[in-house]
């Protein structure tokens, strides 16, 4: 069943690709296609596909104009509607795909307004992975009450998609628990995927989504505009982002939020997340590992 | 009997007269209709951001035919997941308008791929280019309407004076 659901959301993610380059791609073995992350175009070179062992061509040599379609099914050829995200480099796609750009970038007064003469695309096929905070969510409550977490993992570990999980649950509430107002402050669009407004990932009947929004900026806007209970937010990487969620949490209000570092003693190397732990401002931490077989582990622990 | 014949080929040329000026006046209502669907166009994309399928759908309902076509076989292309330019190429080539006019909206079709400024401005080319030709087939209007008359109607003349 869940294969199923694996390869159909590749179908879903091919349907982006220019018509000679999606024959290509549907081309592919069914299990190649459960297990596929993203199609990878590059001008130039044949059409890829990024399995867990490495990228693997499977398509003809991609051309500017394959390029062009990609970008045009993508917006619904409305490159103007995507202009916010296009100026970051990406695009968010219907279904809840993301496409990573690489081009010439317009610069206006030393800032980049859009993206030109598109060289590269990577088409991430997002997968939602239901239930995997189901075991997780009970464990970040004492007392009844929601405890600040941090989900750790390296890069491509997880991270987001245990966060949406967690954010759908919180969200959601249980037999237990009342669900919680969850603020989400979704800078990359990569928990909720905004499309033209709608979440195309299911975040929860509570929650409420400042897309495209830095942390920094996002944190008291949604403080102040929407009167969360929680505040997620996708990756604190700067000093601002810190300082933003310190006076989150002294408002009293619940704070989930990932960093890259695999353990907590990794985080403690490291001078920001340093402060962050020295702050005291967040409680638990959700360790992601990744066992050989590639079944993904959550541990809970209290933070010094 | 020749009278008759005189009558039926004077009726024809009035006829072929008439026809050539319905057409011309078709050309005219659909230019004019064509700049007014591009003023709407220019206006939802800066003001609304409204993606081109789902506005050409929306602009096709207040147009005149030849413009309602062109709206739905454009959008329907894209809605096919073809490329924007063939797919407006072809809606463009099946509307009755000069050779001059076509080019314009052509090449209106080549430049909507960029980002709001860039097609807004696309869009005010094409639609300034095609307002100076309605203005300047509106203008000669009175004249070429006399001339196709005179010709037509000589015509006719010239094939009765033969005939007798």
Redesign the interface.
Known sequence: MENQEAVRRYEEAARFLPARLRASALALSEADRAAAEEFRLRTGQPLAVLLPEGEREIGPAVTPADLETLCDLATDYSRYAAAETLRCGYLAVRGGFRVGLCGTAVMKEGVCTSLRDVSSAAVRIAREKRGIGEAVVPRLFREGRFQNTLLLSPPGGGKTTLLRDLVRYLSAGGDDREGLRVSLIDERGEAAVMVRGVPQMDVGPRTDVLDACPKALGIPMALRAMNPQVIAVDEITAEADLAAAVQAAGCGVGLLATVHASDVEEMARRPLYRRLLAEGVFRLAVQIRRAETGERTYQVEELP | MKLAGAVCVLAGAVWGWRCQALERRRKRDTLADLIRLLGRMGEE?RLR??????LLHQLAADRGPACRSFCEAAAGA?DR?E??ESGWRLAAEALPLAAEDRSALLALGES?????EH?CKAIELARGLLAESLEETRSRRAETERRAAALWLSAGALVVITLI
């Open positions: 994309i951001r409204t993606s081109l399928p789902r894209m997941g490329p924007l909507l791929h960029g980002d709001e097609i």
